[in-house]
Structures are given as structure tokens and as C-alpha cells.
């Protein structure tokens, strides 16, 4: 049986299933303490949310993607990606400030690379998941 809330002509919300559920309330305390002291504090998990909310723009995943292969400036992003150059360069400053990519500047060039192997790492895991 699903549950299912509506304002007006409009759905709200669906709830699970309610065969989803326990049908009891019973608590295993000692499966409860053991969990809760294996959790990460919150101040870390504050900072995955933030670092995955980064991830949720499709310009960002693809300049993520582009740097994978190689450094490149940010004319080259602008074509590769086909996007103006106001837009990539916001789009980078969001990475730089989550620490996702680095910058070095050559002259007058600006060259940007992945900050670390992890960003390839979890940006795979998404891709893998996603094809499932």
C-alpha cells in the first residue's frame, strides 16, 4: 500500500510503501550505539553535502571530465565545452574554492588541472553508478 498526499488536483508527495516498514517498533541498542559511533562528525559530513553539491552542475561534471584528460586553459575549455568564457570562469572558481581543481599561471595564460587524484576517483564511481 502507498500513500499518497494531494493539495488541491496537485500530488505532493508519495510516501514508500508501507510493506517497506517494520511492522513493530523494536530497537537492537546495541546495534544503534554501534552505528552512531562508526558515523563521521557532523562537520565532515557538512563537508561531503557541500563538496557533492559542487558535483550537481552538468558545466562543472564536464569541465571535471575535460581536466582528466589534461591541464588545459580556460580558452580551451571555453571551446571544448562550447560555452562562454564568463560562464567557464565561474564555473572554475566554484571548483577552486572546493578545492577540486588548481590553477597555475603561465604569462597570461591560466591553466587549470584536477586537484588530486580523488576528484577522477569519486567522478568514476558516479559515472559507474549511473550506467547500472
Known amino acids: ?3 499518497t498526499f494531494i493539495y488541491g488536483d496537485v500530488c505532493i508527495y508519495t510516501t514508500m510503501k508501507i510493506d517497506d516498514m517494520c511492522e513493530i517498533e523494536c530497537k ?4 544503534i550505539e554501534e552505528v552512531k559511533s ?3 562528525a557532523d562537520d565532515i559530513l557538512l563537508k561531503v553535502s557541500e563538496t ?4 550537481g552542475d552538468l558545466t562543472r561534471l564536464k569541465i ?6 589534461r591541464e588545459l586553459c580556460v ?3 571555453t571551446e571544448v565545452l562550447e560555452a562562454n568564457q564568463s560562464t567557464i570562469s565561474h564555473q572554475l572558481r566554484i571548483l577552486r574554492q572546493n578545492n577540486l581543481v ?3 599561471k603561465e604569462g597570461k595564460m591560466a591553466y587549470y588541472s584536477l586537484a588530486d587524484d580523488h576528484v577522477e576517483k569519486i567522478i568514476e564511481m558516479g559515472l559507474e553508478h549511473a550506467k547500472e
Open 38 to 40: 562508526e558515523l563521521p
Open 75 to 77: 580558452c580551451d575549455l
Open 52 to 55: 557533492f553539491k559542487v558535483f
Open 64 to 69: 571535471l571530465q575535460a581536466l582528466f584528460r
Open 28 to 31: 537492537h541498542e546495541d546495534t
Open 1 to 3: 500500500m502507498t500513500l
Open 102 to 104: 588548481k590553477f597555475r
